[in-house]
């Protein structure tokens, strides 16, 4: 990257700074702590899928079917709590991450080994899921009492004030920043995402690195499905419906793109953090909720012009510092 060239990361948190001061102008109500809590925990949840999805974009696939993973662990696990009440919210945490991690592999399998496009096989799981959730649930809501308390006390909970599921998200987002900066499986994913023929010629292994990214992917979804329903106390068939595309967004927003092989994790949490802001924000303004997300996908589309056209320019990487050496990942 050329010395001159200006930071994306940095542009994007000088663009989220300069909205919440436009927002505190207007609407000064938007700085209390019940709304602040409010926006570290919306983008505690959408980081920790967009964690996921950057993995996947990275190598030029995408996963639709990360919110109906959510819905669907949040739901099962809320269902056991039931029955097996004396369960610590440490057995919640593994068994939500498991269960979205072979929902995960599922889709790997679907991509890598069957063959099917990534848009579509996890359009198909997404569907797959969301009816199971009908079945698991007969299409009844499962309410904050008959949640036991174990189950909802870390995801409700609070350290020093802050929600559980920020401090959370920072975890997984360390997690991925050195998986994807300081391991050979990180440069892996980069170096298929940037030339998939280039990189099996190589000695890349395609199937170990698509089974792994959609793993993540559902991991990371799967999690989120424990926390969703433990926070908000409740679990139903449309939980989280139609997050794909804040998911997608806020990816587009950090850089990330859609073409493969290119995207960081700050650039990711950072879009998670411009999603959440301006979804919170847009309230306050009085947009009318029909126009919020149109508001939203105006962004969106911004922001995917901007990509194209860095990405048409030579020299532009968005890659972990270890591979920014000539532009090419080695």
Known sequence: MKAMTP?????????????VVIVIVRAPEFL????ISNILSGWGFLAILVMG??????????????????????MFLALLSQSMPGLPAAAFLVLATLMGLCLGLVNGALVSIVGIPPIIATLGTMTIIRGLIFVLSDGAWISSHEMSDAFKAFPAGAFIGVPQVFWVALVVIAVFWVLLNYRRIGRDIYAFGSNPHAARNAGVPR????????????????????????????????????????II??????????????????????????????????????ISPFLQTAVIGAVILFAVAANARSERRPGRQILPRHKQTTGEVK
């Open 32 to 35: 209390i702590a019940s709304n």
């Open 53 to 74: 999805q950057l993995c996947v974009l990275v190598t030029r696939g995408i996963d639709l079917s990360q919110a109906s993973v959510l819905a669907f662990t949040g």
């Open 207 to 246: 199937i170990r690195i698509e089974l792994l990214v959609y793993a993540l992917s559902g991991a990371a979804a799967g999690l989120c499905g424990y926390l969703w329903a433990g926070r908000f106390a409740i679990a139903y068939t449309q939980a989280a419906e139609g997050r794909e595309f804040a």
């Open 249 to 286: 967004a806020a990816c587009v927003i950090g850089g990330i793109s859609i073409t493969g092989g290119r995207g960081s994790v700050l650039g990711a949490a950072l879009g998670a953090l411009f999603i959440a802001i301006v979804e919170s924000a847009l309230p306050y303004l009085r």
């Open 7 to 19: 930071n994306r990361e940095a542009v994007l948190s000088l663009i989220i700074v300069a909205i």
